[in-house]
């Protein structure tokens, strides 16, 4: 969340996260894909800026993880 208020107070047009500590550090990729949809959902729903933000996943696998956690 603290990136994207800086991206926005910074008037950025895109920003992009990596999946972080879901590899050598074992954090649950479906608990970190659950938080990162719901916390971008929730501050583009009142904010302008960023305006485009970019998901980084290390694999495909990992990016149907994410895809599968938010229910797309």
Do not use: M, Q, W
Not at 12 to 22: C, M, V
Not at 50 to 65: C, E, G, Q, R, T
């Amino acid at each position: 969340r603290r990136s994207l208020e800086e991206a926005e107070k910074l008037n950025l047009d895109s920003i992009a996260f990596p999946a972080i500590s879901t590899g050598v550090y074992g954090y649950p990729r479906e608990k970190a894909a659950k938080v990162a949809y719901d916390t971008i959902t929730k501050f583009t729903s009142s904010h302008a800026h960023p305006k485009d933000i970019y998901l980084v996943f290390y694999s495909p696998d990992d990016k149907n993880v994410f895809l599968a956690a938010v229910g797309e």
